[in-house]
């Protein structure tokens, strides 16, 4: 993928250990608040593209994100995700697919703009491979489920996986959502209020999560498998990203 540049901003693929490393800074302070102790970095990250978002104006990193090719659904049990939910439901898909990791953006920039573009250069290298599917976990901030119960509550009115693709539970802490607030009617504001931005636009084009999110206190987030048919996006989202990413 070559560099792709939309006003302020311009989304490349990491060139070399520097590149890789900023990306690994700007998740510490993400997701493990800048602590020098904990440095966001793991061995999935020597088998990863990683896509970094920069400003033009000042070079600043202000979103990264990471991208682990598939020939297959046969090898999901490589996958980050594969950690936490049992995904053999996935194994006879037949086409190629990309996890999307890692997914942040620096906390002092607000932009619309910046997801704008990371889904813009996420859109050019799906179809540059011929990938369809995207999948990866979404994160909420923070491991109580309580903040977020209409948000839960409408992912289980509207979006869980098809049942031949839905995730089974294997993490040993997890929020059964789909279960535990079955007769909860959302309120709709408050759940797209409480949903990540992330998770907003895997929904916006069709995506679908687990019934069950997974409480993951190291990276103090909760989190649910997401999954994305290419081939199922709504003609006119699909025409708003290529024009993205073009």
């Not at 700007?26 to 440095?39: K, N, S, W, Y």
């Not at 839905?166 to 007769?183: D, E, H, T, Y």
């Not at 504001?189 to 992330?198: T, Y």
């Amino acid at each position: 993928m070559r560099g792709l540049r939309k006003g302020r901003y311009v989304a490349r693929i990491a060139d070399g250990p520097a590149d890789i490393a900023a990306a690994q800074d700007l998740r510490g302070l993400t997701f493990r608040g800048g602590d020098a102790a904990g440095v966001d970095a793991d061995t999935f990250d020597n088998l990863c593209h990683h896509v970094l978002v920069e400003e033009v104006k000042t070079g600043a990193l202000v979103c990264c994100f990471r991208l682990l090719p598939l020939r297959t659904g046969a090898d999901i049990g490589q996958s980050y995700s594969a950690q936490y939910y049992e995904l053999s439901a996935l194994s006879d898909f037949e086409g190629p697919m990309v996890e999307m990791g890692r997914f942040c953006i620096h906390p002092d920039y607000k932009d619309p703009d910046i997801l704008r573009v990371a889904w813009g250069a996420m859109t050019k290298f799906v179809d540059d491979e011929g990938v369809e599917m995207l999948f990866g976990c979404s994160s909420f901030k923070g491991t109580e489920a309580e903040a977020y119960m209409d948000a839960f509550a409408l992912l289980k009115e509207k979006h869980l996986a098809p049942k031949r693709f839905l995730p089974r539970v294997k993490a040993p802490n997890v929020f059964r959502f789909a279960q535990k607030l079955r007769l909860r009617k959302p309120d709709a504001k408050r759940a797209l209020l409480g949903m990540p931005p992330l998770l907003r636009t895997y929904l916006l084009m069709g995506g679908w999560v687990s019934d069950h999110a997974v409480v993951d206190r190291d990276l103090n987030t909760l989190h649910v498998f997401t999954g994305l048919e290419i081939g199922a996006i709504p003609p006119a989202r699909k025409r708003l990203l290529r024009a993205t990413a073009g």
